[in-house]
């Protein structure tokens, strides 16, 4: 293989378990956002913008739609015969298997994958992230200022800096310690969990960890370990939006803020282009008895229906007399006619039946998984079918497609949950 | 199937006017999202067809810009493959493509150098869907030379084009380019099935004799000594080659079960994908009947048109029965009917664009009003 100047590392295996039914059936990078996008689109198209053509994905827990949505890499240009996107699974080895234990066991299992590079820098990245960031800018950092280690952080409130890992710092922004949640913070530099290594420095330091550490973890003993060896880390500070929708409200909230006129995050520059893998492009039709305001409706969808202040994914049918209001709503689903949905989060292939209500009734968390489901949301999983004439209340959970609606309702904060459903 | 494609897509047509200008008939934004080309271009390729040539002359910087990766089109392959023909000079000629005919003569290495048994020739500037390989059946159970596709006439004014008399068992009996008294209602769809051979041995002897172009050389001169048998398509086929057809083509997409046909059945039209952001509706936005755009920012009224791609329209903007182009910005307080708005057109706060709905007005490429 040609020598790499550097070369990504994307840890897509996370489940993301706070989304709930969300991430049942697919793995946290691959939820969908934005509404044609999946949350992986904004990690890798920041990869090939900053000039990166070579990534290894790390995946594991659920990889089947994120394999098939990355495929051979073609629409972020990875499709390369030197370098572009390859997926790194768990393997076996000799006798045994090995899942990936921790973030640095997972790239410790890939070495030979990175050697084969022989780069000189390896960018370490996560696929669970909103944010558009100019990766050669960090690496230029971390040459300046003759880095082992960059890592790149965000200043956060004080009140909330014990809720990251935290980057104690010296004035040149040189850390010399690393807190994981600490109670009495000392800094507000948290950890974005971007990080610039020297591969040189970082193969020995994986090395080594791996023979103290089954679950080797960068936060947790990598980065303490290259600062108890006196290198040279620093902090890299990033300014601009960057989200973490790890809930489902904080999910729920960074799609309803893209429908602002001007939101904080935008998705319509040219300069800075989100890629994602779409089937087809198709265009999208506005009915006669449509009436739609101040939201995102991707293409191929055909509205009929009455849409307000809502995030629709690919080839959404709204019929004509259903009512939507802040609300999510992913590719392929379909809601038929004179049904009323209020902010809920409609998950991809599901069909809402005729008359549905969803997101009726009193605020009450729900009884199985009240951290979870608790701001009033209410989450219909992937290919569910909902029946015509059922109530479902707030903070409520569906997933499946033989599903049995006593009275045709689910109270607030109930679950109705299937174990499979047909793909 | 055992055929390889030749698409002529270097055509003028004088009737699009201004739309013309800097474009390619084949390269007429239809649909929200595709170009011309890109339904023959899908019907080939969907059809099993995997090497495929497109001829190009007339402005064909606007064709050579959506066709600069074959993989859209799934003929991004080794054996085969999308081929981009363009008139070149060499020692031994000088000229432009003088006629169809000379346009595939000059580019004969393609045919030569190929195995498959027979070709198929489109025209780059229809909105159809089609599988090929149920004329190519026929084509081959008949024994004929050439097949025509064709289809009877409904809206379609006869004397732009050709028409053919047929006997009872399709055969061809004659054949009238843009003829002034037609003799039926049955068009020619500029589609052809030939065997390779055949086709290689007409143009080596009618090219010599001065003779450029398909179907006055080869069709209507050949008509009596080869065996030409027509096949008939059912489905729905636009030609674009005037202003109307052009409109009414993109008014098409508005009926639920012309879009369907493209856009939901299998298999699809293919186009260049354009990584734009999804369309976003504003607090003043009100759309009814029309198709949206990527990257569309809609702050108005809309009603009966086709929007493409990253088209801005701004607050109390009223667009009727229009078209409106890639890039373009429409203001505040404009409003716009029965018009056709080309590219990256900017129009100012307050602007009125009226065409009528016989005649619609067209802005061209880069307006800025």
Known sequence: MRKKDIIAMLLAGGQGSRLGILSKTKAKPAVPFGGKYRIIDFTLSNCVNSGIDTVGILTQYQPLILNRHIGIGIPWDLDRSNGGATILAPHLKGTQGEWYSGTANAIYQNISYIDSYNPEYVLVISGDHIYKMDYSKMLEYHQEKNCDATIAVLEVDWNEANRFGIMNTDENDKIFEFEEKPKNPKNNLASMGIYIFTWEKLRQALIDDNKIHQDSDFGKHIIPAMLDSNQNLYAYRFDSYWKDVGTIESYWSANMELVKALPNFNLYEDFWKIYTCVDHQVPEYIGDTADINTCIISEGCEIYGQVYNCVLGYNVVVEEGTFLKDSIVMANSIIKKNSVLDRCIIDENVTIGENVKIGVGDNIANVLEPKIYNTGISVIGENSFVPDNVTIGKNCVVFGDELNFQNNCLESGQSLIMDKVKL | ?369
């Open chain 2, 1 to 369: 199937m055992k055929a390889i494609g030749i698409i002529l897509a270097g055509g003028n047509n004088e009737k699009l006017e201004l739309l013309t200008a800097n474009r390619a008939a084949a390269a007429m934004p239809i649909g929200s999202c595709y170009r011309a080309l890109d339904f023959t271009l899908s019907n080939m390729s969907n059809s099993g067809i995997n090497k495929v040539s497109v001829i190009t002359q007339y402005n064909s910087r606007s064709l050579h810009n959506h066709l600069t990766s074959a993989k859209w089109w799934n003929l991004g392959s080794k054996y085969g493959g999308l081929f981009v023909f363009s008139p070149y000079l060499s020692n031994n000629n000088s000229f432009w493509f003088r006629g169809t005919a000379d346009a595939i003569y000059q580019n004969l290495l393609f045919l030569t150098r190929s195995n498959e048994p027979y070709v198929i020739i489109g025209s780059g500037n229809s909105v159809y869907k089609m599988d090929y390989e149920e004329a190519f059946d026929f084509h081959v159970e008949s024994k004929a030379d050439i097949t025509i596709i064709t289809k009877e006439a409904q809206n379609e004014n006869l004397h732009d084009y050709g028409v053919v008399k047929i006997d009872e068992n399709n055969r061809l009996i004659d054949f009238e380019e843009k003829p002034i008294e037609p003799q039926s209602n049955i068009i020619s769809l500029g589609i052809y099935i030939i065997s390779r051979t055949l086709l290689i041995n007409l143009l080596e002897s009618i090219l010599p004799q001065g003779r450029y172009n398909f179907v006055e050389d080869i069709i209507v001169r050949y008509r009596k000594k080869l065996n030409i048998m027509t096949y008939k398509f059912n489905g729905y086929w636009k030609n674009i080659n005037c202003i109307k057809s052009y409109y009414d083509a993109n008014m098409d997409f508005l009926d639920k079960n012309i879009r369907d046909l493209f856009t939901k059945q299998y298999p699809f039209i293919e186009t260049k994908p354009r990584d734009e952001a999804p369309p976003k509706y504003n607090i003043g936005a009100k759309i009814k009947n029309c198709l949206i755009g990527s990257g569309s920012i809609m702050n108005g009224y809309a009603e009966h048109s086709v929007l493409f791609c990253k088209v801005f329209t701004g607050e109390n903007t009223s667009i009727k029965n229009s078209i409106v182009m890639d890039k373009s910005y429409i203001g505040n307080n404009c409003v716009v009917e029965n018009a056709i708005i080309d590219k990256e057109v900017i129009l100012s706060d307050g602007k009125k664009i009226i065409g009528s709905p016989d005649k619609p007005i067209i802005i061209s490429k880069n307006t800025v009003l």
